[in-house]
């Protein structure tokens, strides 16, 4: 009987696997990374809401959200940008220009000034609605100066 039960939990723990097995890389890569963007939208927009004053100001709420974006920061996306995956092959169904994909060492760079921007915001949003202002001004930036390089409009 325990043989049947560790079976069965086996073979229920790889459908997911083979479900991903059947795309093509760049489907992965695509839906990779269009998850990653959400979830470092979902948080910045807890963070713009309360710094508009659109959401209450809770503290653990922006040091939850600031301290997800620091970690997806860190995060390796860039990895994910694959030949095949710009607009130039796939038209609407990304925003990513075919430079992400061409120019790896400026794309990086600016990756890794998001991470810079990362950098202690969980911290720097305690103590109030005005500290989460200044948090997003800062990371927003960073995301323009990375959209009008390497984003499709």
Known sequence: MRLLIAAATIATAA????????????EVALESRKGFYQMLGFNMGKLAG??????PYDEA???AA????????????TQHFIDGTSTAELGDETEAKPEAISD???FSAKFADLQKAADGIPEAVKG????VGP???SLGATCK?????????
């Open 66 to 77: 600031a301290t997800n974006i620091n970690a997806l920061s860190r995060y390796d996306v």
């Open 50 to 55: 309360m710094a508009k004053g659109d959401i």
């Open 145 to 153: 100066g990375c959209h009008d390089t390497y984003r499709a409009e």
């Open 104 to 106: 790896k060492a400026g």
């Open 15 to 26: 459908l997911p696997f083979a479900a991903v097995a059947d795309d093509s890389p760049q």
């Open 61 to 63: 709420a922006a040091v």
């Open 135 to 137: 948090v997003v001004q």
């Open 128 to 131: 109030g609605q005005d500290k």
